[in-house]
């Protein structure tokens, strides 16, 4: 059995911190939605482990949520199903209790994903969808020329596709996930053709990656990124993107099937 002995700090992000305003910035995309939906397919019963608020969660299944965080668990809104408080690495369910089962934004939090990956595989009789960025992309972002520290945060914590792949085990399939230039689900590729939106401290707050680098780094972040929109300097590198309707980056999707 996997211990914890806090809650607010479950994985390596304290979200009692994060939480406040994350669902404010972090609202499910529904174009990101379909991608999801069509990944778990028919699928009635449907596990979602570390589920958050519930971002994705779908009327169209039965929804058994699994989050370690209270603070967490507090922002569900009502009409979503009480997330059981459990953790990746130890789920309470009987051999493939699920039809399907999906994991979104959560892996790279996990105290030992493969662990939990292999406990989903077990509960889950048909296709697991892992939503997750790709490390091997993440430095392709602009972001990477103002907030190179928090990139590599990123680089560090995302566990690499193929060590994924091999935790899911049966046929595994990857695709990159296209981020609408108006995405609604605010991590840091969302915003690749409105920068401006990455200078709120709230918009910030709400990916985990910045509260991993001091006030310092921020503040050069803020400074240097409000000089090159000033001068003109972020439009002449960067411009295109602002009319860009999609971005392919690091958003990856994996879906696993025996």
Excluded: K
Excluded at 72 to 85: F, G, S, V, Y
Excluded at 157 to 167: T, V
Excluded at 216 to 238: I, K, V
């Amino acid at each position: 059995m996997v211990m914890r002995t806090y809650d607010a700090g479950v994985g390596d992000v304290y979200y009692g911190t994060l939480a406040p305003g994350y669902r404010s910035y972090r609202r499910p995309d529904e174009r990101i939605a379909r991608v999801i939906a069509q990944a778990l397919g028919d699928a009635h019963s449907v596990l979602n482990v570390g589920a958050g608020t519930g971002s994705y969660e779908s009327e169209a299944h039965e929804t058994t949520a699994v989050e370690p965080s209270l603070a967490m668990r507090a922002q569900r809104p009502a009409e979503l199903a009480t997330a059981i408080d459990a953790v990746a690495e130890d789920l309470p369910f009987a051999d493939g209790r699920f039809d399907a089962a999906m994991t979104l934004f959560s892996v790279h939090q996990w105290s030992d994903p493969a662990a939990g990956l292999r406990e989903m595989r077990r509960v889950t009789r048909g296709p697991i969808a892992v939503l997750t960025c790709d490390p091997a992309r993440v430095r392709n972002f602009w972001l990477y020329e103002y907030a190179p520290e928090v990139l590599e945060t990123e680089v560090r914590r995302y566990p690499p596709i193929d060590e994924l792949s091999d935790a899911l085990g049966g046929t595994v399939t990857a695709q990159i996930v296209p981020i609408p230039l108006d995405c609604t689900d605010g991590f840091n590729e969302a915003y690749y053709g409105r920068p401006e939106m990455l200078l709120d401290p709230a918009a910030r707050l709400a990916c985990s990656a910045w509260s991993f680098i001091d006030d310092t780094a921020r503040h050069a972040f803020d400074t240097s990124l409000r000089r090159a929109l000033g001068s003109g300097a972020w439009d002449e590198a960067f411009g295109h993107l602002r009319h860009r309707p999609t971005y392919n980056g690091s958003l990856v999707l994996l879906r696993a099937v025996l």
